[in-house]
């Protein structure tokens, strides 16, 4: 079984700081790592994933996040928040291929507000 | 490409009332999936369709219905709608189980107010 915890429902940022969207997983076998983001009232657009190779992903509109196994963690990060960065974060988690019938299990989200 | 699209966009119903929500895909995916969004829930899997001629329940299937029509359609179907039912809905379809197809891509929503 796999779950997923994003600590903080709401993180609000001042324009220009530094991001930090924290997610947990649980997983029995390596999982695959995805972030999400949406937009007011639009359908949820891939910001990165992590499947294997390289722990340090780097993704659209300058986010980027890091697979630590021992932490068992996939944070999200950006140097500096722009207005338009402000939307609702979602991280999940997917059993490798072959597994899971590849299913997506969703946190429950993190709504990132960016103060001017 | 218009990747996955979703009709109607908002509906009412009244509690009992039937409908079914479309979804079309057109990039040759050969997995499906319905999702629900609540506030505070983040998304919860309904049904989903692994490939064509399958379906199978996902974490939230009580009260729903699913039909994969062809390669490009699922649709989800509620029988006797019930005001725990109001919600977003969202269909994804992810391409297949090759490196490089593990992206789930998402219509933009139906939202559903059943009274």
């Known amino acids: 079984a796999q779950s997923v915890t994003q600590l903080g429902s709401h993180v609000s940022v001042s324009e220009g700081a530094l991001v930090l969207l924290r997610c947990n997983y649980s997983?029995?076998?390596?999982?695959?790592l995805f972030w999400y983001v949406q937009y007011p009232n639009q359908g949820l657009q891939l910001l990165l994933k992590?499947?294997?190779?390289?722990?340090l992903v780097k993704g659209i509109n300058g986010f980027e996040a890091e697979f630590k196994k021992s932490e068992t963690s996939f944070h999200l990060t950006k140097p500096s928040a722009h207005m338009s960065d402000a939307a609702e974060y979602f991280c999940?988690?997917?059993?490798?291929?072959?597994?899971?019938?590849?299913?997506?299990?969703f946190g429950k989200g993190t709504l990132l507000t960016v103060n001017p | 490409n218009a990747g996955v699209t979703q009709t109607p966009k908002f509906q009412v119903l009244k509690t009992g009332q039937s409908m079914t929500l479309q979804c079309a895909q057109d990039?040759?995916?050969?997995?499906m999936y319905w999702y629900r969004q609540d506030p505070g829930m983040g998304l919860r899997l309904i049904y989903y369709?692994?490939?064509?001629?399958?379906?199978d329940k996902g974490e939230v299937p009580n009260g729903y219905n699913v039909s994969r029509l062809n390669k490009r359609e699922f649709s989800l179907r509620l029988e006797s709608a019930a005001p725990s039912q109001t919600s977003v809905y969202f269909c994804?379809?992810?391409?297949?189980?090759?490196?490089?197809?593990?992206?789930?891509?998402f219509g933009p929503g139906t939202r559903l107010l059943v009274l």
């Open positions: 999940a988690v997917s059993a490798p291929r072959g597994g899971s019938n590849y299913k997506l299990t």
């Open positions: 997983s029995s076998v390596p999982p695959y």
């Open positions: 994804a379809s992810r391409g297949g189980v090759s490196r490089g197809q593990e992206t789930q891509y």
């Open positions: 992590y499947t294997t190779g390289a722990t």
């Open positions: 990039m040759n995916h050969n997995s």
């Open positions: 369709s692994a490939s064509e001629g399958t379906t």
